[in-house]
């Protein structure tokens, strides 16, 4: 979950992005257009490299299909939704039941190459064993997220142990690994079920409250010649993505104030920002997508930077 509903997003200001010094790292692939904030669109620099379509599609939270041809990327794959409350004034019940439906999984994934895992919480994680076993995917994720996935009886030979900092080339798209952290809010600047599982597996975990967040990762996915920043709450390490190039952030609502700002401050300046995590996740997803309420203020901070801000709902595709 992404914690929520923090007070007001402060303002970007008058705090531009600096075009000459982000033109310099502009040599990475994809297409990077590179904009002022406020600045006219001749600040604009586009640099084109060997592109192909990539297809992304949305499934619901942090669940999405990132597909170039062939190869598929899958993040946080979860399907199965089931009522907690986590949007409810009382919030989510920590005694219901993990669960992870088969037949709803089947309806939407057919296959995939990667599966990555970005944190442990209930809303990410307790598909990806289900989805691993039918895809045969390679499964990446820290050691809390493995030995949880582990616990959950996931393909124990195609999981792939990481922390950050790791290059990994796939057949067809790269993958790099960033550490990262969950977002969190109110007074206390908390987040749900915090704890890590390493060392023995745990026992099976059988309530929401059991799939603790165990450390959070970010992703960049170079795929079709485009950089994708994947991050699954408004949480992000400083240090980690000082200066990252990419054409697109997948970017969470929520989290304390002015979080978003300071990610879009931090990383070079970005063509496209699309959200993520959005949707209250008690209601269908076979239906549009319910804000639960972090929407307007995620769209106000990115595009205040002049980066695109864009919107997808419940089982659609956007090509890049
Ligand atoms: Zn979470």
């Known amino acids: 979950m992404t914690q929520g509903r923090g007070k007001a997003v402060g303002s970007v200001g008058?705090?531009?992005?600096?075009?000459?010094?982000?033109?310099?790292?502009?040599?990475?692939?994809?297409?990077?257009?590179?904009?002022?904030?406020?600045?006219?669109?001749?600040a604009d620099r586009t640099v084109a490299v060997d592109r192909k379509p990539v297809v992304m599609t949305w499934w619901g939270n942090h669940a999405w299909e990132i597909r170039c041809g062939k190869y598929v990327v899958l993040t946080d794959p979860w399907l199965t939704r089931f009522k907690t409350g986590t949007y409810t004034p009382a919030g989510a019940d920590p005694a219901t039941k993990v669960v992870s439906q088969p037949e709803v999984i089947d309806r939407y994934v057919s296959q995939a190459d990667a599966i990555l895992v970005h944190h442990g919480h209930y809303d990410h994680l307790p598909d990806v064993p289900y989805i691993a076993r039918r895809t045969k995917a390679t499964v990446l994720g820290n050691e809390?997220?493995?030995?949880?996935?582990?616990?959950?009886?996931?393909?124990?030979d195609q999981l792939s142990q990481v922390s950050g900092g790791e290059y990994l080339p796939f057949d067809g798209f790269t993958i790099e690994v960033f550490r990262s952290v969950h977002s969190c809010g109110g007074k206390r600047h908390q987040f749900a079920y915090p704890g890590t599982r390493p060392g023995?597996?745990?026992?099976?975990?059988?309530?929401?409250?059991?799939?603790?967040?165990?450390?959070?990762?970010?992703?960049?996915?170079?795929?079709?010649?485009?950089r994708i920043l994947s991050l699954s709450t408004a949480g992000f390490d400083p240090v980690s993505l000082r200066d990252l190039q990419v054409d697109v952030v997948?970017?969470?609502?929520?989290?304390?104030?002015?979080?978003?700002?300071?990610?879009?401050?931090?990383?070079?300046?970005?063509?496209?920002?699309i959200a993520t995590h959005w949707d209250d996740f008690d209601q269908p997803l076979d239906k549009p997508a319910v804000d639960w309420g972090g929407l307007s203020k995620l769209r106000a901070s990115v595009e205040a930077t002049g980066s695109a801000f864009t919107v997808v709902d419940h089982l659609q595709s956007i090509t890049l």
């Open 250 to 273: 997948l970017a969470a609502p929520g989290g304390e104030p002015g979080v978003t700002d300071r990610l879009l401050q931090t990383i070079k300046p970005v063509k496209t920002v």
């Open 200 to 226: 023995a597996v745990p026992p099976k975990p059988r309530t929401i409250a059991d799939l603790v967040e165990g450390g959070t990762l970010a992703y960049v996915i170079t795929i079709g010649g485009l």
């Open 14 to 42: 008058r705090r531009g992005l600096l075009v000459g010094a982000a033109a310099t790292a502009a040599g990475a692939a994809g297409v990077v257009s590179l904009r002022a904030a406020g600045a006219a669109t001749d």
């Open 144 to 156: 809390t997220h493995l030995n949880l996935l582990r616990a959950l009886r996931a393909p124990a």
